[in-house]
């Protein structure tokens, strides 16, 4: 086997762990310790690949869920994806809320940030592409930071409970107002039109 896939095999391990024990504690509670006997390793492997438990957290999420998303034809595929990421949701609801309990609204949303940005970035990329335009790097940010913001929110909202619409409602909205606005705003930006 080679070291990249020994390497991975450790890192699946060690995600596969943390997630156990996100089901039975708080994630305050679980120790680099406690991962590394259930694997069977010792720090110095922890630490090769991890700095701490939330590099780990941030890993294990990235690579169920968000990889998945950044594949996608998001131009395309919308309703796949937030379909995606619903039921991704749902399914991890137990250790979605072990890390929101842990880190709050806004550590959830730093965590998310990175990934959506990525994913958000992608998407405005593929529509610059298809209106053959490019917007300005500033620009181009602050559209990644508001839509960021306003999605992890809103994600955030459902799965605590405090948003009452429906998975197929958010779903229905959040097509509307990304398939329509993103485009509208690069128009009034660069002075195309939308096609």
């Not at 086997?1 to 679980?30: C, D, F, G, V, W």
């Not at 959830?108 to 958000?120: F, H, R, S, T």
């Not at 909205?173 to 002075?191: D, E, F, H, Q, W």
Request: aromatic content about 10%; charged content about 30%.
């Amino acid at each position: 086997m080679k070291h990249s896939e020994a390497s991975l095999k450790t890192m699946q391990a060690m995600a596969a762990s943390l997630k156990r024990h996100m089901e039975n504690k708080p994630l305050s509670r679980i120790t680099i310790s406690e991962i590394c006997t259930d694997c069977g390793i010792n720090r110095k492997t922890f630490y090769y690949h991890f700095q701490d438990i939330y590099a780990l957290l941030r890993w294990m999420l990235d690579r169920e869920a968000v990889e998945i998303v950044k594949k996608s034809d998001l131009i395309n595929d919308y309703d796949e994806v937030l379909r995606f990421t619903f039921d991704y949701v749902k399914q991890n609801k137990l250790i979605i809320n072990c890390a929101y309990d842990a880190i709050g609204r806004e550590g959830m949303k730093l965590l998310l940030a990175p990934d959506l940005i990525g994913v958000i970035s992608k998407l405005i990329t593929e529509i610059e592409i298809r209106m053959d335009t490019v917007l300005d790097k500033s620009f181009k940010d602050f559209l990644c930071d508001f839509y960021t913001n306003a999605l992890s929110g809103m994600l955030i909202d459902w799965f605590q409970g405090t948003d009452a619409r429906s998975e197929d409602e958010m779903i229905e909205y959040l097509i509307l107002t990304v398939k329509s606005s993103i485009p509208n705003v690069i128009a009034k930006r660069t002075g195309k039109t939308v096609g």
